[in-house]
């Protein structure tokens, strides 16, 4: 029993972590796609305009806190996760501020499409018999929804080096942009603070309301 209780928790954590790396590979081609869209071929010419996870692998953000996280190891203190930052050259740009948002958004924007898939098909196997269908609804489906969309909320902070730290340096004046770029030097510590105080509950938990209402209206899920 206890031999089959071991196993079931290794197919779990490879299952959720197979989901982590879908999401963040989706997330960092959607930014190259839309930097390419957008004039800058940086990212194609370097091989990250692909579906093919390893180019956007990050050692820390991809492999290590994902397992940790999702074994537990870090207390369940949620899944968090990012790939190998997408090299852009603002320069190619054809209209600078604008393009910049568009790319940056791209990321998040993918991960709430897949949520919206992933709500979609839900209710689709809601529908149907077999048992095959429940179990790709809980083991994949279900997960894939969630984690997409706290991961899009969560890459939408405006904490640097975060995709929404580069809408709010847009919305900012030059002098308060100089200042916001220094401020990104310490961006990480600065998340890491926001992510252990009672405002990163509030956050999270409204985001997760967000996502309970979609869940029943499009997947039907209670």
């Not at 930052?85 to 054809?94: E, G």
């Not at 897949?114 to 839900?122: D, K």
């Not at 529908?127 to 899009?152: D, G």
């Not at 030097?185 to 990163?200: K, M």
Request: glycine share 8%; proline share 6%; with cysteine.
């Amino acid at each position: 029993m206890e031999a089959e209780t071991w196993q079931s928790a290794v197919v779990m954590v490879a299952l959720k972590y197979m989901i982590i790396v879908l999401i963040i590979t989706v997330h960092e081609w959607a930014h190259a796609w839309m930097a390419n869209r957008c004039g800058d071929s940086t990212a194609r010419y370097l091989g990250r305009m692909t579906l093919n996870p390893l180019p956007h692998l990050d050692i820390i953000g991809t492999v290590i806190l994902p397992l940790l996280m999702i074994s537990g190891a870090l207390g369940g203190v949620g899944i968090l996760g990012w790939g190998k930052p997408v090299p852009v050259n603002p320069a190619n740009f054809r209209h600078y501020r604008r393009d910049d948002i568009l790319v940056s958004m791209a990321g998040p924007v993918s991960n709430l499409i897949m949520t919206l898939l992933a709500l979609v098909l839900i209710s689709l196997t809601g529908l149907m018999p077999w048992a095959y269908a429940k179990t790709a609804r809980t083991l994949f489906l279900e997960p894939l929804a969630w984690i997409s969309f706290m991961l899009a909320f969560f890459n939408l902070l405006p904490v640097p080096p975060l995709d929404g730290s580069h809408v709010l340096r847009h919305l900012l004046g030059w002098q308060a942009q100089r200042a916001f770029d220094w401020l990104g030097q310490y961006g990480f510590i600065l998340l890491l603070i926001f992510i252990n105080t009672p405002l990163s509950d509030w956050y999270f938990g409204a985001v997760a309301f967000v996502y309970a209402v979609f869940a029943v209206l499009i997947g039907g899920l209670s």
